[in-house]
């Protein structure tokens, strides 16, 4: 499966890395755009700076770059998430504006009507932004905030992530065990 992920500028952006650290160990063809903004919040939030070297498989992207193969339908994205998604990059999608290689793979995501998964990240939210991923949920878009389920039992930030991270796989459908489910003991 060739999956396309975009990590914004909102704050979690180790939400995103981390995500990143998950697929590269699948058998699935992954294509990432890390936004200018992201890497300045990795590095404010977390001191990050990304290490492209340490992913194996994994094709990496500029933001600008709109020339990349995954900003053409044809090359067949089948799946494409945002995570996180801030508030900017939503009312670019919302509005049909492509002006970064994140927001024009998204476009594509909605004209090919294929699954497209945004990781919101943003409290309280605007009722602006409220109008704006209603409209893109009532045409398939999966809305997906990173919000903690308390029943998963994460006793440190890292296993919240991983909850998070592992929702967000939930909806790839890609299969692992990074966070314990409802009902298991």
């Known amino acids: 499966m060739k999956i396309a992920v975009g990590i914004s500028g909102a704050s979690g952006c180790i939400l995103g890395l981390r995500l990143l650290e998950i697929l590269d160990e699948t058998q699935h063809e992954i294509h990432a755009v890390i936004s200018d903004a992201a890497k300045l919040t990795l590095k404010k939030e977390s001191n990050i700076c990304v290490d492209f070297t340490k992913f194996k498989n994994i094709n990496f992207y500029d933001n600008f770059m709109l020339d990349a193969p995954i900003s053409s339908g044809s090359f067949g994205i089948e799946k494409t998430i945002v995570a996180p998604c801030s508030i900017n990059t939503l009312a670019k999608i919302s509005n049909s504006i492509s002006d970064t290689l994140i927001t024009r793979m998204c476009a594509v ?18 009722p602006i932004s409220l109008k704006q991923m209603s409209e893109l949920s009532a045409i398939g878009v999966s809305i997906a905030p990173p919000i903690m389920g308390f029943y998963s ?33």
């Open 153 to 185: 039992g994460a006793s440190n930030v890292n296993e919240m992530i991983d909850f998070i991270v592992g929702k967000w796989l939930d909806l790839l459908n890609i299969k692992h065990d990074i966070y314990k489910r409802w009902g298991s003991d």
């Open 109 to 126: 995501a909605l004209k090919e009507q294929k699954k497209l998964i945004l990781g919101v990240r943003e409290m309280p939210f605007s």
